[in-house]
C-alpha cells in the first residue's frame, strides 16, 4: 500500500471527526426540550428513570452515563443537555488545538455521543448516527496517545487503525450501491431513480428543484454514475497504485458534494468525506497547500546515482500511469457494455443489460472476494508495518515499543474486522454461512455497543407518484376554522422556497417524513405530538414555525396526506409558477380529527405507553439553573446557525492562532 506518511493525513481526519461531533451535539442540543424533555414528544424519563446507584443490570442494559443525572440532581432531559454541552465543549476544544486531538478526546466523544443514543429512541434512529457511533469508536484508535509525540509517518502504529476506517468507508458504499439491485426497486433497475429522488427526499435544497428539471436521459447517466462510483470504484480503495487511490477519493467526493448540494443530510455527508480521507496520504495533502511534503526539495539530484534516480522515478511513474488508464478504461468499457449507452445527437440512451439472477449469482462470488481483498490488505498492512520498524533507524528500546504497539493494534484490527463480517455479508443471503459461527457469537455480545453495523442508503425510492407529506391543521370546529401549523423544514405552504439547514438536523421534519411513508398506527409518536399540540406545550411548539393558535390551544388536531410535486420550469407546462415551489394533491385522511377527550385517542396513547401527564422539574439547583441560563442565551439561534456559529468561531480562533505564531 505505500509507505507515505500519513501522519498530516491523520491530523486532517481527527480535526473533521471534532467538526462532525461539534455539529451532532449542536444540532440535537436545540431540539432536546422538545423531543426528550419531560413535557417532550418522547420523554426520556419513559426509557430511562435514573437511580443512583444503579443496579448492574441497569448498566449493562443501558451503557450510559445518564445514569449519573441524580447525583448532580438533574433530570433526564437536562442530564442530556449537559451531555451535549460538554461534547460541544471537547469538540470545539479539539478543532483550535491539536494538544487535545488524543485518545481520551475521541474516546470521551463516542462515550457522550452513544449515551445519548441509548434513550434517542426513534428521533436518534439514522444510520449516521451509527455510522458516526461506528466511525467514532475507530477514531479513538487512530488517534495518539498524547500530544506532541514524534512519529515517523513510515512506521507509525495508527496506519493499522487507520486501515480500518477505509474498511468501514468500503462497507458503507459497496453496501450502498448493492442494495439499490437487491431491493428489486423498479426504479434504481429502470435507471429513473432520481427522476422523483430530487422531488421526494426528506428536506431537498433550492438546488434539487433545478436538478428535477434536468431532461430523463441525463437523469438516468446519474444513476449509473451513482452504481459506479459506489460498486466498483470502492475496490480501488485497496488497490496498491497510489493514483488509483486518489482517483477513487476524488470519485466518492464528487458524490457526497452533489448530495450535499441538492439535500440535507445533516453531517452524514461530511462524515462520508472524512471517512474518505484514509485514502490519502501526507503528499497530496502537501499539494492542496502548494508546498512538497516535509520542504522536499525541488531541484533535481546531482550525479549519476541522482540522474539514475530520477529515471527509475519517471519510468515507475509511466508504467504506473499506463495501469492506472488502462483500469480506468476497463472500468468505462464495463459501463458502456452493462449499461447499453448509445450516444445519439442529442441524448444518451442506456439501460441495465444484466437481470436480477445473474446479478445475485455475480454477488455470491463477489462477496467471498471482498472478504478476501479486505484480509490480504490488512495483513499486508500490518507485515508492512512491522518490517518498517524493525528495518527503521532508532534504538532497540524505541524499536520494541513501536513493535508492541503495532501487534497489539493489529490485534484489534482482526477482531473488528472479523466482526464487520457478519453486517458486511448482509447483502447477499447465498454468504450468510460464511462466517463462523464463533464470530457471530461475539458479534451478538457486543452488538449493542454498535461497533460495526450494517448499512445501505436509499435502499428503494419513495415517492415516485408524488412525494406523501403530512398537513396538520387545528380548530375550535369540526365543520371550519382548520388552519395549518407551518415547520421549520419540511414541504407545507406552496411558496416556500426550499431551505438549507445541513449540517443541522431537524428530527421532527425528518420523522415526520417517514411517518408520511405509513400510517400513524405505526408512528405512535406521531399522536404524542398531537397531544402536545392540543396541550399548546411550549417546547415542542419550539419545534415548530408558527402555531396558528397562540393564546389558547385549539379544541381539534387532524392531518391530512397530500402528494406534494415541484411545479415546471418551462413556461408551456401546465406545472408552471411564477411564485410557487410546490404544487399539490390531496391524497387521503392521515389522521382523524381528535380532541384530548376522544376515548379512543386517549386509549391509544395508553396502549403505546404514552405518558400523558406533565411532569414537574425536579428542584433546581446551581446546575439545573446555569443549563436554563445557557438555553436562554441561545434561544435566539436554530440548529442552523448555531452550528455555523461555532464553527465560524472556531475557524477564526484557529487563523488568529497561526497569525500569533508567525
Known sequence: MGVESRIQTRDAFLWLMNLIYLFAFTSLYVQIPGLYGDNGILPARNVLDPKWPATKEE??????VLWLAPLLGL???????LTCLVGMIIAFGGM??????VVLTFFLLWALYFSLYQVGQTFLWFQWDILLLEAGFLTIFVAPLLPHKRVTGGTAPFTISFWLVRWLLFRLMFASGIVKLTSECPTWWGLTALNSHYESQCIPTALAWYAHQLPEWFQKLCVIGVYVIEIPIPFLFFAPLRSLRLFSFYAQVFLQLSIILTGNYNFFNLLTIALCFSLLDDRHLALWCGRSQDGEERSSPRGQSGVWRTFSNLLRGFVSALIALAIVGLLALWTWKLFALQFMKDEVRSKITFTLRGFSQMLGRVIPLTIWIGFLSLSWQVISNLLRVLFSPGTCFSKVKKLVACLLLAGFAF????????PHISVDESSQNRVPAGIRKLHDSVKHLHLVNSYGLFRRMTG?????????????SLETGWQPYEFFYKPGALSRSPPVVAPHQPRLDWQMWFAALGTYN??????????????NQPEVLELIQSNPFPQNPPKYIRATLYLYHYTAMNKNATRFSDTDWWWREKKSEYLPPVDKSNPSFVNYLKQYGVNQAKFKRM???TLSLALKTIRNSLKQLDGFKLCLSLFTAAGVLQVAKRLTTK
Open 464 to 476: 415516485v407518484e408524488g412525494r406523501p407529506e403530512i398537513v396538520v391543521e387545528g380548530s375550535n
Open 619 to 621: 428542584t433546581d439547583n
Open 522 to 535: 405505526y408512528n405512535p409518536w406521531f399522536l404524542n405530538l398531537v397531544y402536545r399540540l392540543l396541550n
Open 96 to 101: 483550535i488545538t491539536k494538544k487535545l486531538r
Open 415 to 422: 477482531i473488528i474486522f472479523n466482526l464487520s463480517l457478519v
Open 59 to 64: 448498566l449493562t442494559s443501558k451503557p450510559t
Open 75 to 81: 433530570d433526564v432531559s437536562s442530564m442530556m443537555e
